[in-house]
Nanobody, 129 residues
Framework: QVQLVESGGGLVQPGGSLRLSCAAS????????IGWFRQAPGKEREGVSC????????YYADSVKGRFTISRDNAKNTVHLQMNSLKPEDTGVYYC??????????????????????WGQGTQVTVSS
């Protein structure tokens, strides 16, 4: 069974940090690009960061550049999102997805999607004092 499971969300104060993980089962992440997306209440889901098959092929939304770092650990079939200097506007449900887009930019900007791409169930991130 193909599955993605997110973990690591929680409640954190502004300026704090969280590390999200996206673990795959039923398939290997080696040949897929992985994206992190978030959805705040009343807003559309948006791409946060995406990574290609290597750690030097990454894309970040302008709103998170310099604060978030995406990385992959193929040995553990997992992708991480390190989030530092968190802001209240980072609050939302964070989802990971796997796909084979032409570019990671296309995946994160939601210019690419394929039916059957696996998505996780999401993990809640709340940034509040």
């Amino acid at each position: 069974q193909v599955q993605l499971v997110e973990s690591g969300g929680g409640l954190v104060q502004p300026g704090g940090s969280l590390r999200l993980s996206c673990a795959a089962s039923g398939f290997t992440l080696d040949y897929s690009s992985i994206g992190w997306f978030r959805q705040a209440p009343g807003k559309e889901r948006e791409g946060v960061s995406c990574i290609g098959r290597s750690n030097d092929n990454t894309y970040y939304a302008d709103s998170v550049k310099g604060r978030f770092t995406i990385s992959r650990d193929n040995a553990k079939n997992t992708v991480h999102l390190q989030m530092n200097s968190l802001k209240p506007e980072d609050t939302g449900v964070y989802y990971c997805a796997a796909s084979r887009p032409p570019t990671v930019q296309a995946m994160c900007r939601r210019e690419w999607a394929a039916s059957g791409d696996p998505w996780g169930q999401g993990t809640q991130v709340t940034v509040s004092s």
